[in-house]
């Protein structure tokens, strides 16, 4: 589970999933580019908890907006909109605890070994539909 995979422009590294934690959560680790944002989603059927290791994201989800920076945290409960981006000139790292265990299991199927290899998008599809997750529009979108 060391292994660092590409999903979407981020790098991403599961630490922990439902093989270590008995479903019960992922640790993600997550390296973004400056400029990179997600598209608009949500997770009907896990939370997720960002956690700030280097740098500085922005945050919006539901009504709330945050610029969260080393040390800082936001939860986001499910079935909140949300998008999560880089807008400062320097790269950054967070920690992502999704719970219960789901997102690792998108991430291993569909990530990449090499960045500029395309994730196979049916089966991106396929898999975020079964773990509940709902893309609401393209990157660069905000909750309304």
Request: avoid cysteine.
């Amino acid at each position: 589970m060391t292994q660092f995979l590409w999903l979407l422009g981020t790098r991403v590294r599961i630490i922990a999933d439902h093989t270590t934690t008995g479903g019960r959560y992922d640790l993600i680790e997550g390296y973004f580019s400056p400029g990179m944002q997600t598209p608009l989603h949500r997770h009907t059927r896990y939370s997720e908890h960002l956690y700030v290791v280097e740098g500085e994201f922005t945050v919006w989800a539901g009504e709330k907006k945050a610029v969260l920076t080393t040390g800082e945290s936001f939860y986001i409960a499910p079935g909140t909109p949300h998008t999560i981006g880089v807008f400062s000139d320097r790269p950054a790292r967070g920690l992502v605890v999704a719970s219960p265990s789901s997102f690792a299991r998108l991430i291993a199927a569909v990530g990449t070994v090499n960045e500029a290899d395309a994730p196979d998008i049916a089966l991106f599809e396929g898999i975020s539909a079964e773990i509940g997750d709902e893309f609401l529009g393209p990157r660069g979108t905000l909750p309304t």
